[in-house]
């Protein structure tokens, strides 16, 4: 049982920092928060994502990327471009690393308005730190597992990050419904939704990119938005705008 709850914990909150803090937040500025809040995010989302820990502003950069040559050659995680997920994010991942070490012209022009903690970012890019997160959950796993075939979930832990990127950019561009036509390949993968809190409508993302609730139909159920509404009334963080029904009505 202890493993079980590890695996869920680890899943779901790594999986949260990602869309919360580097997509809606370091990506997209969908909201604010004041400089406390900002850095207590960045070191909860290095904690919860931990070895496979991304850096803000190298995600941020990727993800613009991502909005401005959605599912053309540019796109830097299309599955247009990729006989598989597992090359799909072997290409992202170098493009990543370039992006990361300032060397990839191509993403330049998106640079800006993002969460920086030049040390900690380092720190985090490190063997020390990603062997030191997977030494943790190794001697987690040595305590607790009580049969051989739970060590098979330790490189689940190790690639937590990339594993939520490619369940999102393979099947949110290969498999679902589209609500817009977006001129791209976008879909809302519902029926895979409770792996991603909302991530898998990336049909409705990509038409309403700053949109802070990533669902539109009523049926269409976001769970990350619930807690940013949550800590918009905690007066936490700030909203920067609400797509109201009519603005709605239009983009449809």
Known sequence: ???????????????????????????????????????????????????????????????RMHHAYSDTALDPHSPLFSSNAFSMM??????????????????????????????LEKFSATAVSRI????????FYVQFATAWWMYLLLPVHFLMGPIHGAIVNWGGHKYGYQNFDNHDHSKNTLALDFLAFGELFQNNHHK?????NFGVKWWEFDPTYSVIWTLD???????????????LKAAA
């Open 1 to 63: 049982m202890p493993i079980l709850i590890f695996f869920v914990a680890h899943y779901y909150l790594s999986l949260f920092t990602q869309t919360f803090y580097l997509h809606r937040y370091a990506a997209h500025k969908m909201f604010t928060m004041n400089r406390f809040w900002e850095r207590f995010f960045f070191v909860f989302t290095y904690i919860c994502q931990g070895s496979s820990f991304l850096s803000p502003r190298a995600y941020a950069l990727l993800h």
């Open 90 to 119: 072997w290409k992202t991942k170098t493009i990543y690393n370039d992006v990361l070490n300032h060397n990839y012209a191509a993403a330049e022009r998106f640079e800006g308005d993002y969460p920086e903690w030049v040390s």
């Open 132 to 139: 030191g997160w997977g030494a943790l959950y190794v001697m």
């Open 208 to 212: 309403l990119p700053m949109r802070v």
């Open 233 to 247: 009334k905690a007066r936490i963080i700030k909203i920067k705008r609400k797509v109201t029904a009519q603005k």
